[in-house]
Each structure stands twice: as C-alpha cells, then as structure tokens.
C-alpha cells in the first residue's frame, strides 16, 4: 500500500532527525541562514486541534495586533517534515509532540526551547465498534502516531492495567495477553480500523471525533481522564530567536497567549474558524466535527460516562481545553514516564537525563509568564494562580 510505504518511510526519517547525526545536516543549515531582525512569524503545524492556539493567532490578527508580520502557516503532513523544516530554520514557530521536543533537544542536540503549552488534553483511545472492554483487544493490533508521544505512554498505562502487555512485532504472532502498538499516520487510522488491519487507535483530535462521526470507531477513554490536564504538543522556538530577538519572541508569545483565552471563550467560532469551510482552510475537517472536540455538553458527558470513556468525573476535563504555562512537574514526570515506557529507536540519552534539569533546561518560561501577566494571570483561564501543580495520573 502506498500509505503504509509512506509512513514507514516517514517513521525512518523522523528516527533519524532525532539522533544528532541524522539532524547535524538540517541543523547547519538552519545556522547558515542570515536571520533579518524583522523576519516574519513563520508557523509550522499539523492539522490537528493542537496547533488550534497558533492558527487563531493567525486567523484573528492577534500576530498582526501584537506588532509583528506574520505569514499564513505552513501546514505539513508529518512529524519529520515539520521538525526538519524547524531545524532547517524555514519555519521559526511550531507545535510538537512533548516527547518529540526532549528527543530534539537531547538527542538531536537542536536549539531548540518550549516556551508555552499550545492546548491541555484533546486526545483519545478509540476502538472498534465490536470492541466492548480494553481485555478485548489481546492478541490485537492497536495503532499509536509515533513512539515518542504522550500517546504511547498513556497506551501502555491503559493496557498494562487492564493485564495487557504492550509490544513492538513487524511478525509472528500476537499472544492473548499481548497488545501489539503499530505506528501510523492519523489519516490512516479510521481507515485501518474500517478494515479490520488494527482494533484502535490512541491519537490527538480530530480523528477520534471523526472516527465516531463516520461510525467507525467509539471512544474508549480520554487521555485527559487518565493524566489529568496533559499537555501534548508544545509551542517551540529557537533558542537563538529567544536569545537574540527577545521583544519579537515575546510578541510570538503574547499573541498565542491571547489566542488561547480568545479560544476559550469562543469555542464554535474556533471551530468554524479551523474548518475547511474557512477561507483559510487550516484543516481538512468540517466544522461539525471540530465542534464534537472544541464544545463538550453536559449530555456528552454523561453519555461518556456512562460508556466508561470517563471515569473520573470530578475532575471536569473539557475535550480539549486551553492554558499555556508549561508546568514542570509535567516535564519531570513525562521524562520519568519515559524511562519505563516501551519505545523504539535511539532513547538511550533517558537513562542518564535528569528530569528536574530536564524541566528547567527544556523550558524557557519566562515570556508566558509576561504574557499572562498582561491578561490576568492562569486565573483568567481558570486555572489556580500558581506556577506549581501536582501531577494526577490514575489509570
């Protein structure tokens, strides 16, 4: 098949970007470009609702608001794609799988700095319609977007609870208490599900609310009602932007920031504004279905409740929802996370990352920090106003 081609090919590609061979080339690239002070905010992204804060900046002139020259954002296919844009230094902005950003940074020894939380949630386990309790899936196939994805790591919390363990096979055969993750382009997942090649799929929204829309697939659990208030992709920069260009890296951040509370309050215009009947057409989803992820109802709830998508209903998760500070005690503990995690490729650097430095070296906060003073502060998204969290994981 020519997709299974293409992400196999893209999978191999993007391994490579992330060891420090395979992005030297890209990273010199991006090095030997003069950088003009007044170059534009050049947004990278893929179109899922993760990139929903950056493309509001863009589409409601919070950008152009903020004093700064912005183009129309690049959408691009794949993971690899945008990363070596972003090391090659075409793209100065963009939003990333957080696994992907400590890879880039420790492995590939990019410049690259989290400055923010692009969204909170907006994830999902779907299954197949036959599929009636997570035991159900043994001996099953179950697709995952990339190894190094929050994604993964909530997978394999679900399946080993459930007396599931979690493997990598290209062959043979698929024990009964086995769960086999196989990596595959989100676009092909509904498909793959419709024809019997994998019994799930964990990945970000849209696509589990589209498998529900086609009758596909139905959602097994929120990723949010296992890691309360997750972050999945993070806004990134480079590092010499935030070094060099403070005042116009501020300004990226500021309007990303007044993005997401614009965001927040104004829910089915995000969700208009994201669709393919928008002039921009910054995602090849109808409006309908960005309003099932972008506005949850009381009726949705309790219908996800009562299926058991949701089973901690006290801790009122929205299906995606919106808040920028890059809280560190998330940063420590996905790096803890990973380092029992089942991943393939070059992960060798985890053993000895600390994850405190890890959470400092990482993120460079102080520019959310300024921007939210300039809004009201994390209470204005209405969340407590404290930079400290502690982190709820409950399987």
């Known amino acids: 098949m020519k997709d299974e081609y293409f992400s196999r090919r893209d999978i191999l590609r993007l391994s490579a970007l992330l060891t420090a061979s395979g992005a030297l080339p890209f990273l010199n690239i991006g090095r030997a470009k003069s950088q003009e002070k007044d170059e534009p905010v ?3 992204y893929l179109p899922i609702t993760d ?17 700064l020259k912005a183009e129309k954002p690049v959408l691009f296919r794949s993971w690899s794609q945008i990363v070596e844009a972003f090391f090659a230094g075409q793209i100065n902005v963009m939003h990333v799988l957080s696994p992907i950003a400590i890879w880039a940074r420790y492995s590939s020894k990019a410049p690259l ?35 190094y994805s ?18 990598s096979r290209k062959s043979g055969t698929i024990e009964k208490n086995e769960v086999n993750m ?29 498998g529900e829309a086609a009758k596909v697939s139905k959602l097994a659990r929120f990723t ?30 500021s309007a990303m920031v007044k993005a997401q509370l614009w965001t927040a309050k104004n829910r089915e215009e995000t969700a208009l504004l994201l669709s393919k009947e928008n002039p921009n057409k910054y995602m090849p989803f109808g409006s309908d279905v960005l309003k099932r992820v972008l506005v949850s109802s009381e009726e949705d709830n309790r219908f996800y ?28 503990e996905l790096v803890r996370r990973l380092k029992d995690t089942l991943i ?52």
């Not at 909170?120 to 299954?127: A, E, L, P």
């Open 113 to 147: 700095k989290v400055v923010a939380w692009n969204h909170m949630s907006g994830s999902g386990f779907s299954v197949a319609n036959d599929i009636n309790s997570i035991s159900d899936l043994g001996g099953k196939n179950v697709a995952i977007p990339f190894w």
């Open 182 to 210: 196989v990596i595959m382009a989100p676009s092909d997942m509904i498909p793959a599900v419709a024809n019997g090649q994998v019994s799930g799929f964990i990945v970000a929204e849209p696509f589990n609310a589209a």
């Open 42 to 44: 050049k947004v990278g």
């Open 305 to 332: 409740e009562k299926s058991g998508a949701i089973i901690h209903p006290d801790w009122l998760e929205k299906r995606i929802d919106f808040q920028p500070y890059p809280y560190p005690s998330y940063t420590e």
């Open 51 to 67: 990139a929903t804060a950056l493309l509001v900046a863009h589409g409601k002139g919070f950008f152009e608001s903020e004093g």
């Open 344 to 395: 393939e490729g070059d992960n060798a650097f985890l053993e000895t990352l600390d994850p405190a430095f890890a959470a400092k070296d990482l993120v460079d906060d102080q520019f959310v920090k300024h921007a939210l003073s300039e809004v009201g502060g994390l209470p204005a998204f209405g969340m407590k106003d404290s930079f400290v969290r502690n982190e709820e994981i409950e399987v």
């Open 224 to 253: 949010a009602d296992v890691w309360r208030d997750h972050a999945c992709c993070l806004v990134c920069m480079q590092e010499n932007d935030l070094k060099e260009r403070p005042e116009w890296s501020q300004k990226v951040v």
């Open 150 to 167: 929050i994604h993964t790591v909530v997978l394999q919390m679900i399946l080993r609870k459930n007396g599931l363990t979690p493997v």
